[in-house]
C-alpha cells in the first residue's frame, strides 16, 4: 500500500488472489509498480510488466525497480503496448491485466492485441459508468468487445472476461486496423486480428 498508485486495497487483493491461480501474467501500464508488486508476490510464475516508463530521467522506471525489482518472477518489458510489447512476450500467458491508456481505440487494441496471447482470464481496471465517470471509454471498449460477458469484482473498478468459458468476441468487429491518439499523445497504428 505505500507504493504510490490508483489501484485501491481490494483492487490489489483481487488481483493477488487471480494471479496466484495463474503460471504467467502480463500486466499493462505498470508505472510505480503499486499493482505489479501485488501480481510479483502472488503469481508462481513470470509476471511481464508491459510499460514505456518513458519519463525524464527514468524517474519512474527507478522508482518501480525499487520496489519490484527485488522478484525473482519480475520480467520488465519496456515498450508500448500493444505493439511493440507483444512481440517481446514469448509465448501464450494465463492472465492479462490491462491498466494502460484509457482511450477508447486504445482500450480496444490493447484487448484485441493481447487477447489471443491469453489463455484464462484477460480483465482491465479504471471500469466505470455514468456521467461523470472516470474513464467512461474502458466502459465501452470492454461492452463492445465482449457484449454482456464481462463482470466488475466487488468493491472495485476491475473488469474480468473468463476465457476459459467463451473466448468469442462481439461479431460485428471487424476493423482490422485501429488508428488513434492515445491519452499521453502518441499516435498509433496497430493491425489487430479479432
Same mark, same amino acid.
Given at each position: 500500500?505505500?507504493?504510490?498508485?490508483?489501484?485501491?486495497?481490494?483492487?490489489?487483493?483481487?488481483?493477488?488472489?487471480?494471479?496466484?491461480?495463474?503460471?504467467?501474467?502480463?500486466?499493462?501500464?505498470? %508505472?510505480?509498480? *503499486?499493482?505489479?508488486?501485488?501480481?510479483?508476490?502472488?503469481? #508462481?510464475?513470470?509476471?511481464?510488466?508491459?510499460?514505456?516508463?518513458?519519463?525524464?530521467?527514468?524517474?519512474?522506471?527507478?522508482?518501480?525497480?525499487?520496489?519490484?525489482?527485488?522478484? #525473482?518472477?519480475?520480467?520488465?518489458?519496456?515498450?508500448?503496448?500493444?505493439?511493440?510489447?507483444?512481440?517481446?512476450?514469448?509465448?501464450?500467458?494465463?492472465?492479462?491485466?490491462?491498466?494502460?491508456?484509457?482511450?477508447?481505440?486504445?482500450?480496444?487494441?490493447?484487448?484485441?492485441?493481447?487477447?489471443?496471447?491469453? *489463455?484464462?482470464?484477460?480483465?482491465?481496471?479504471?471500469?466505470?459508468?455514468?456521467?461523470?465517470?472516470?474513464?467512461?471509454?474502458?466502459?465501452?471498449?470492454?461492452?463492445?468487445?465482449?457484449?454482456? *460477458?464481462?463482470?466488475?469484482?466487488?468493491?472495485?473498478?476491475?473488469?474480468?472476461?473468463?476465457?476459459?468459458?467463451? *473466448?468469442?468476441?462481439?461479431?460485428?468487429? %471487424?476493423?482490422?486496423? %485501429?488508428?488513434?491518439?492515445?491519452?499521453?499523445?502518441?499516435?498509433?497504428?496497430?493491425?489487430?486480428?479479432?
Amino acid at each position: 500500500m505505500s507504493i504510490w498508485g490508483w489501484t485501491h486495497e481490494p483492487e490489489l487483493l483481487w488481483l493477488g488472489e487471480q494471479a496466484a491461480k495463474m503460471d504467467s501474467v502480463v500486466e499493462i501500464g505498470s %508505472l510505480h509498480g *503499486r499493482s505489479a508488486f501485488a501480481l510479483l508476490s502472488a503469481c #508462481p510464475g513470470s509476471v511481464y510488466c508491459v510499460d514505456s516508463w518513458s519519463d525524464i530521467k527514468d524517474q519512474s522506471y527507478g522508482s518501480f525497480m525499487s520496489h519490484c525489482g527485488h522478484f #525473482p518472477n519480475l520480467v520488465p518489458v519496456r515498450a508500448f503496448s500493444p505493439s511493440p510489447a507483444i512481440d517481446l512476450v514469448q509465448g501464450m500467458v494465463d492472465m492479462t491485466f490491462i491498466d494502460g491508456s484509457h482511450v477508447y481505440s486504445s482500450v480496444l487494441a490493447d484487448i484485441a492485441g493481447w487477447l489471443p496471447k491469453t *489463455r484464462k482470464l484477460i480483465c482491465g481496471h479504471d471500469f466505470h459508468e455514468g456521467e461523470g465517470a472516470g474513464f467512461p471509454d474502458v466502459a465501452v471498449a470492454v461492452k463492445e468487445v465482449f457484449g454482456d *460477458r464481462w463482470t466488475v469484482a466487488p468493491e472495485t473498478s476491475i473488469w474480468a472476461v473468463d476465457l476459459e468459458a467463451d *473466448r468469442s468476441v462481439a461479431p460485428h468487429l %471487424l476493423d482490422t486496423v %485501429l488508428d488513434y491518439i492515445d491519452e499521453y499523445d502518441r499516435h498509433t497504428r496497430v493491425a489487430v486480428t479479432w
